[in-house]
């Protein structure tokens, strides 16, 4: 059974023999027991004593060289053919790929026979150059030293300026090499299966180098060897499946034989039966054996290897051997292990759990082996569906639905749940996935003819009824309405049939429910109309809605077919459906509004293809009684859309539309006159009738207006009557008065569009621009009404106006259109500034009135200030960045402007002894380190606006001298706080043109602004020291190279020294540190070098390499990330030592057994807490916070992996800087 105990590791003594062969079909506890009877310790051969019945080595002098496929060598050496041309190595031969691999194996094999020695050693050097090793071994080597002394050895020949190795190596050539060097392990055991792979040579050494380089601490050697063991215990896998089948074969061929009539029965061919028997039963006890030794010899080492590929490719491969061999892996004792490594930290390791488990899901055949771990790990299965890397989550959910398909009683409707809201994910492939398991759980019929029958029965044309009101169930009852598209689009790719099923849903809304059918309530029909219009507009347009998806993609021919078809289909029935479906609820505003967006999906050439002219005149008759019932603004504007897409040019029904419009129009438009007159006449004793012909007829028109150009029934000069009215007057209805606005700007927009388009010869003379001038002049009045949705409206209009009529409107070679051009004037200006400051940023707590000289000045202090962030924080970036880049140094004096401005205010609310501890200033110190965020990282580019910035606030600092007397601060002085909070410097002799000698000697608490400010300007430097090659020094602390090697000989008094210098700049200016320039660059070790090293030949730990000059020329950031990287080298230096002096050699993570866990969930971290608890007496592992860096340089320092040699505290502080600009 799978239980929660996680593996105590043991000691990795890779030597030779240290794993004992066992039976496939023991549990894990028999896997662990140190001794077996009846099984051969596996080793390899010259490193114990021989067996007696191995052949002995023959001596040097008897082996002969053998040359095959150019590849020659000498002495145990692989040479190069003088050209160049041909490949000589197998890892050349391997990496090209020209050749077969069963050519290359087979030439190998034949190499074997003729020198084995020499063939191991061609192939040991492959596995070493496959990891990127230069070195080569040696014959010598190869005879005379132990496995560990080889890795040393090798270990050495690497290159250290370059963490790059084969598998790693980007590009096409490289992955196919990664492809080929998997296919050569394979063929080479399915060639060798039949005899080499049991003459206990090759495969011994083989395991026993993989074991040895998975076990060192060189990346690449555990990465290389790791997948090559992996594929070579898949192979091995395969082998043991064929024996067992063989197995299988004799044993019912000899039971056959045994069971016949002893006349007929052959005993020789028993005889040989039960000797073929016994060597398959060998055979697969040598098999055993070596599977035996890579799994406990690596695979349950390095699935909790620190990189997470090594981790990956353990993982795929068990569920490899799992899927293929299922009657020996597929036992809890193999899958545990997928089990825990579901709480992986790295989504990439997740992935490969999941999608090994789908493989195993897939057969049915395999869930009664799966019950148990399906149960143990559930829960955990079903909370990775909210799994913060997308692609995890897509494979949980696949996952989880191949559990229901095969056992719909593993799930609770709880865990259904957890999978159901997923389908209105914003993310496209989580929804799809979500939406197949709702598909294959709610919504898949299990018995179609009975229910084909029963929808006969009931005189329904389809069989769907009843899916289609579950849908409508499920979407009101998740609560999201607003998200029909979602689950549309959700369920799209699985429930096709069901959700293009058009014509039971206007059944289902038409025709009375029938016997043993309930009727849909309002809410339900509602929902079920706007669930039919979303599939429309799915089938129509073929594209995911706004929100999924990066946009529109190409379709192909098939999809492009299957929309054309899809078009065809919806047109021909909702032509004759929907004039119905609107006469039945036209009195319903939202149904109606839903119902009318469909004609916009036709195919308009049906109409007068299929001579339905008369569905079109119904479907116009309905539109018209729809305008004449309906006021509200969302079924008016549906209905005027409607319009204008039956009006459109290119069919041939847009005469007979064409008119039934403009008889429309004409009726209200005469409607219109006739209201406006009455109630101008009537003016104050105007009753609600006459306010309500007149609004309702203006709300049609300008719904109208909208999408079509009524120019010709001049709306205008009636609106603009309107008005005025309501100015001179001040009685005019609000509501009539906004629509009047919103017509006129309609009708302007209209008339421009005709002047554009033609050619004007007189535009001066156009009546359009006294039209635009006296509309602004009404707007401008407007401004001033006490109505709030009047001042809004006109507010709105006038922008949109001013931007319309500006500069830009000659752009394009339309200079004739310049007397049109509209420049407000200051007193328009300042009415659309107070407004903003009146209606848009009001503080309920503080009626302050807030007015600044310069408009663009008042923009950008406002937008900035922190209390509207939340709502106004598009608008704050986009006018800020916007304005910086149309002037660095007139961006820096307006915000400088607003800093003085806002600390002006509260001097007058506080007077001069400020409370620099309150709220207020605070503000204002957050205000100016956004102001600062705002230029970016780049201080070179920002230099002279930055300084610009600090040189207006030194001087508004010092402007007014304080009235006491001279030793008493400035009046302003405790500005200089504010700029401190800005993170830049200015020159230190600016400051000094306005200090006295005698400010320079105050200590006083009145004087700390001033203090503080000009000790951050002379720990920052001079403006004249500023380096300009910061950037560049600050790269130096990464790079790993021998030329930078600091001597080994410094004093420890030095060291001191640096460090309380680099105190005390901190205590002065936060941003300053003083690091080691040069970075010690680690020594390569394997896991034997690493213990047997002396520790003279060990770096002084507690050094402090670099030079002066290295610590002058380089930046904050660069500092900081030598000192994080320097103290990290040191962390890992002082931990070979102190792993150097341990007599037990210990694999890479078996010693400290950390974990590799952490929560990964979108979610809260409740369900892995409680795994926690389960797990707590197993392996010794917790599960704490995410800290990948930390927990991998604890384990070991990777010397091979740059991205390890990044200490986590220095990125988290870079990300935090990173993080604040872009929140600003």
């Known amino acids: 059974m799978i239980t929660s105990e996680l593996p105590v590791l043991q000691d990795s003594s890779n030597e030779s023999g240290a794993t004992d062969a066992v039976g496939l079909s023991m549990s894990m506890g028999e896997m662990e027991d140190p001794e077996v009877k009846g099984k051969k310790k596996r080793g390899r051969p010259g490193k114990q004593a021989p067996a007696s019945n191995k052949k002995p080595r023959k001596s040097p002098t008897d082996k002969s060289v053998g040359v095959t496929r150019g590849r020659g060598k000498a002495n145990g050496v692989a040479q190069h053919n003088g050209d160049g041309g041909d490949p000589v190595t197998l890892f050349e031969v391997v990496k090209l790929g020209k050749s077969a691999m069963q050519s290359v194996v087979d030439e190998w094999i034949e190499s074997y026979k003729q020198d084995r020695d020499l063939a191991l050693l061609d192939l040991i050097n492959f596995f070493i150059q496959c990891s990127g090793c230069k070195g080569t071994v040696r014959i010598e080597m190869f005879r005379n030293m132990q496995n560990a002394e080889i890795i040393r ?82 192979a091995l896998v395969n082998v043991a499946l064929n024996l067992s089948i063989h197995q299988d074969n004799t044993q019912r061929q000899y039971e056959a034989e045994r069971n016949k009539i002893a006349g007929k029965r052959a005993n020789e061919k028993l005889e040989l039966l039960l000797q073929k028997r016994k060597e398959l039963q060998e055979n697969q006890d040598e098999i055993e054996n070596m599977m035996n030794s890579i799994f406990k010899g ?99 959910i696949r996952l989880v639905t191949l559990i229901l398909q095969g056992s719909e009683d593993a799930l609770s409707n709880e865990d ?185 999906y036709f195919d308009l050439d049906v109409y007068s293809a299929g001579r339905m002219e008369k569905h079109l005149d119904a479907l116009l008759k309905q539109i018209r009684l729809v305008v004449e019932k309906h006021i509200e603004t969302d079924v008016l504007e549906a209905c005027s859309k409607t319009y204008s897409i039956l009006c459109s040019e290119e069919y041939t029904i847009m005469n007979r539309v064409d008119i039934a419009r403009s008889q429309l129009i004409d009726e209200m438009t005469d409607r219109f006159a006739h ?57 005019m209805p609000e509501q009539i008065a906004v629509q009047a606005l919103q017509c006129s700007h309609y009708s302007i927009l209209w008339q421009l569009v005709k002047i554009t388009e033609g050619v004007p010869s007189k535009v001066s003379d156009s009546p359009h621009k006294q039209m635009v001038k006296s509309f602004l002049a009404v707007c401008q009045q407007c401004l001033s009404n006490v109505n709030t949705p009047v001042k809004e409206q006109a507010f709105m209009l006038l922008c949109d106006l001013l931007m319309i009529f500006s500069h830009q409107l000659v752009s394009g070679s339309r200079e004739g259109l310049q007397p049109l051009v509209f420049n407000p004037d ?39 200030l922190p209390q509207y962030y939340n709502d106004y924080g598009d608008i704050i970036k986009e006018t800020l960045s916007k304005t910086r880049q149309t002037d660095k140094i007139l961006c820096a004096k307006t915000l400088i402007l607003s800093l003085q401005q806002l600390f002006n205010e509260l001097l007058q609310d506080q007077g001069p002894n400020l409370d620099r501890t309150s709220s207020h200033v605070s503000g204002i110190k957050e205000l100016a380190r956004r102001f600062a965020l705002t230029f970016g990282l780049d201080q070179i580019k920002t230099r002279e606006a930055v300084a610009t910035l600090h040189k207006d606030g030194i001087e508004f600092a010092f402007k007014y001298q304080n009235p006491r007397g001279p030793e008493f601060p400035p009046i302003n002085l405790a500005f200089l706080e504010v700029l401190i909070s800005s993170c830049f410097c200015c020159s230190h002799s600016y400051l000094e043109k306005f200090m006295s000698e005698s400010m320079s000697e105050r200590r006083e608490d009145v004087w700390l602004p001033l203090i503080s400010y000009r000790n951050s300007l002379l720990t920052g430097g001079d403006e004249d020291h500023m380096s300009v090659t910061s950037g560049s020094s600050s790269k130096t602390g990464s790079v790993r190279s021998k030329k930078g090697r600091p001597p080994l000989h410094k004093k420890r008094i030095e060291g001191e020294q640096t460090e309380s210098s680099v105190e005390g700049s901190w205590m002065m200016r936060n941003d300053t540190l003083q690091t080691p320039g040069a970075l010690q660059t680690p020594q390569l070790t394997s896991t034997v070098l690493r213990e047997n090293r002396p520790a003279e030949h060990m770096p002084d730990p507690d050094s402090e390499p670099g030079s002066e000059n290295d610590f002058m020329q380089m930046s904050w950031l660069g500092q900081q990330k030598m000192e994080e990287v320097n103290r990290k080298d040191r962390t890992g230096m002082n931990y070979i030592k102190s792993r150097s002096n341990q007599g037990v050699r210990r694999g890479l993570m078996e010693d400290d057994a950390e974990p590799i866990f952490e929560d990964v969930m979108m979610s809260s971290r409740g369900q892995l807490e409680d795994m926690n608890e389960e797990f707590e007496d197993t392996m010794v592992i917790d599960l704490p916070p995410s800290r990948n860096r930390r927990e991998r340089a604890e384990l070991r320092p990777d010397f091979f992996d740059s991205a390890a040699m990044i200490e986590d505290e220095s990125v988290s502080k870079t990300l935090e800087f990173v993080e604040c600009f872009v929140k600003i």
């Open 416 to 600: 259904c749940e957890n999978v159901y809201h997923l389908v209105y994910s914003a993310h496209r492939p989580v929804a799809v996935a979500a939406g197949e398991f709702l598909h294959r759980k709610l919504f898949s019929r299990h018995d179609p003819q009975a229910e084909e029958a029963l929808a006969k029965r009931r005189g329904r044309s389809s069989p769907n009824g009843n899916l289609i009101r579950m849908l409508v169930l499920f979407f009101l009852e998740s609560e999201l309405h607003e998200h029909a598209a979602y689950l549309v689009d959700s369920l799209w790719e699985s429930s096709q049939e069901l959700l293009k099923d058009w014509e039971c849903m206007t059944e289902l809304l038409l025709e009375e429910p029938v016997q043993g059918e309930e009727m849909l309530s309002d809410r339900q029909e509602s929902a079920l109309i706007e669930l039919m219009v979303c599939t429309i507009r799915q089938a129509a347009e073929a594209h995911p809605p706004v929100g999924r998806g990066t946009g529109k993609r190409v379709l192909t021919a098939k999809e492009r077919k299957t929309q054309i078809d899809d078009k065809n289909k919806l047109t021909e029935h909702f032509i004759m459906a929907l004039p119905m479906l609107l006469s039945k609820y036209q009195a319903d505003s939202e149904k109606v509004a839903n119902l009318l967006q469909i004609p916009q």
């Open 153 to 234: 050895k090798m270990t050495e020949e690497f290159d250290e300026d370059s963490g790059d190795y084969p598998l790693t190596m980007p590009g096409p050539m490289w992955k196919k090499f990664r492809y080929n060097f998997c296919e050569f392990i394979c063929v080479l055991i399915r060639q060798c299966q039949y005899s080499i792979i049991y003459d206990e040579y090759m495969m011994d050494t083989v395991i026993s180098l993989l074991t040895g380089l998975s076990d060192s601490q060189v990346r690449a050697f555990r990465h290389t060897s790791t997948l090559a063991a992996m594929k070579l215990m898949t």
């Open 826 to 864: 200051s007193t328009l200006q300042n009415e659309l500034l107070n407004f903003v400051l009146d209606h848009v940023f009001i503080d309920q707590d503080d009626e302050n009135d807030m007015r600044f000289p310069e408009m663009l000045h008042v923009f950008n202090c406002l937008l900035s």
């Open 675 to 731: 209201s406006v007159e009455e109630l101008l006449q009537e003016a104050e004793e105007a009753d609600d009738d006459d306010i309500y012909n007149v609004l309702s007829t203006l709300k049609r028109l300008t719904a109208f207006h909208n999408a079509h150009d009524l120019t010709r029934w001049d709306l205008f000069g009636s609106c603009y009557r309107l008005l005025k009215a309501g100015i001179e007057q001040g009685s």
């Open 298 to 396: 690596i695979f349950v080492h390095r699935y909790r290897d620190a990189i997470a590929e090594i981790r990956a490719i353990c993982i795929e491969e068990i569920g490899v051997w799992m899927k293929m061999y299922s009657d020996a892996f597929l036992n809890d004792s193999y899958l545990k292990y997928v089990g825990w490594t579901l709480h992986d930290r790295q989504g990439e390791v997740r992935l490969k759990c999941l999608k090994a488990l789908q493989n195993l899901y897939t057969n049915r055949e395999l869930f009664p082996k799966l019950e148990l771990f399906t149960n143990r790990f559930k829960d955990r299965i079903v909370s990775m569906t909210l799994d913060k890397e997308y692609d995890v989550a897509v494979e949980a």
